[in-house]
């Protein structure tokens, strides 16, 4: 860490706040297919953005980005000396459905990458990927399916994120660990239990969190949660392209 | 959208008071996968960034934890901004009278 500031300051109300991977965690062919992956990933996400995102949701997309940057910052202590911070893909996904969601994630954590210096950016593709791609588009389709069989969304979106929200943190550990151990860095036998332990007790912050924030809105804006699916698309006329509509910009 | 504008602005308040939170009681524990790393003795093969922006979520130049407010609250301008540009780029206008 390179402090300008007195150290004796810095030491006593700041805490470590966010960590992501930092360079050198990650083999260079790692990191290379990491990073295909998650610009293969936010290509698909913004075709599909542009088909499905309704204008009425942009405030949302901005306050979410916001929230979740901010939420990011505050780690919270788990047990035994050890930290986790929200990474709030599920909740990006079920507000902003996944595509947008994915885009979301993917602005929060390169921006952390290089305006703040928290995480690499050799290895931001990866961070991007586990923290961000995981949870909106695994994190969201396991959300639906547990909504589906927990009677619906409209029942069911309190548990049904919960429980995607703690997958998608251990499911995002286990993808790390997995790069680790391909990069050599540290075995895949070792490195595995500690990486789950440790994250499946972090998910639970994850869980809450995104219970928290999901329930906030249902309570004073439920007319939010219906952005998701809101964009209706015009009936064709005389002079649109035969993709039926332009981009509204 | 009644009410619309109050709303935001209160949960945009929420997001500057969660800077503000994480600024003075987030835990200085390394987080899950820093531990394991420490753990685990490959915390060495971190490589510093090589250039500094808001380093560690400081603003350069100020103290304590107004540097972190600060340094927060720029992050949160810049993540809004980005991704509300990119929303207004690719989104779309729905038909008149459509569900909302």
């Given at each position: 860490m390179n402090f300008t500031l007195q150290p004796g300051t810095l030491e006593t109300?700041?805490?470590?706040?966010d960590l992501h991977a930092p360079d050198g965690f990650l083999s260079f062919p790692v990191a290379a297919v990491m990073w295909i992956l998650t610009l293969v990933s936010l290509a698909i996400a913004l075709r599909f953005m542009n088909r499905?995102?309704?204008?009425?949701?942009l405030p949302l997309l901005g306050i979410t980005a916001a929230f979740i940057f901010a939420a990011q910052m505050f780690n919270f202590p788990i047990a035994g000396g050890t930290s986790g911070h929200l990474l709030g893909g599920v909740l990006a996904a079920v507000l902003l459905g996944p595509w947008a969601g994915t885009i979301v994630m993917a602005v929060v954590v390169a921006v952390q990458a290089l305006?703040?210096?928290?995480?690499g950016l050799v290895v931001l593709g990866a961070n991007i990927f586990n923290m961000g791609v995981i949870g909106t588009l695994g994190g969201y389709a396991v959300y639906r399916i547990l909504a589906r069989m927990m009677g619906g969304e409209q029942r069911a979106m309190l548990p049904a994120a919960g429980i995607a929200a703690w997958l998608s943190v251990v499911a995002g550990a286990a993808a790390m660990t997995v790069e680790l151990a391909i990069s050599g860095t540290t075995p895949l036998a070792v490195a595995l239990p500690a990486m789950l332990g440790t994250h499946a007790i972090i998910g639970i912050g994850e869980a809450l969190i995104t219970v928290a924030a999901l329930g906030f809105i249902r309570a004073t804006?439920?007319?939010?949660?219906?952005?998701?699916?809101a964009y209706a698309p015009r009936p064709p006329s005389l002079g649109d392209s035969a993709e039926g509509g332009t981009a509204h910009a | 959208m009644r009410n619309g504008r109050s709303w935001l602005i209160g949960v945009l308040v929420i997001v500057g008071l969660t800077v503000v939170a994480a600024s003075i009681w987030a835990s200085s524990d390394p987080d899950g996968l820093e531990r394991v790393a420490e753990d685990l003795g490959f915390i060495d093969a971190s490589q510093d960034a090589?250039?500094?922006?808001?380093?560690?979520y400081t603003l350069p130049g100020v103290d304590g934890v107004a540097s972190t407010v600060a340094a927060g609250l720029i992050g949160v301008v810049v993540v809004f901004g980005i991704v509300y540009l990119i929303g207004r780029l690719v989104s779309r206008r729905s038909e008149r009278g459509a569900p909302s």
């Open positions: 109300g700041i805490g470590r706040l499905t995102f309704d204008e009425r949701a305006l703040f210096q928290d995480g804006r439920p007319d939010l949660l219906k952005l998701r699916d | 090589g250039f500094q922006i808001l380093p560690d």
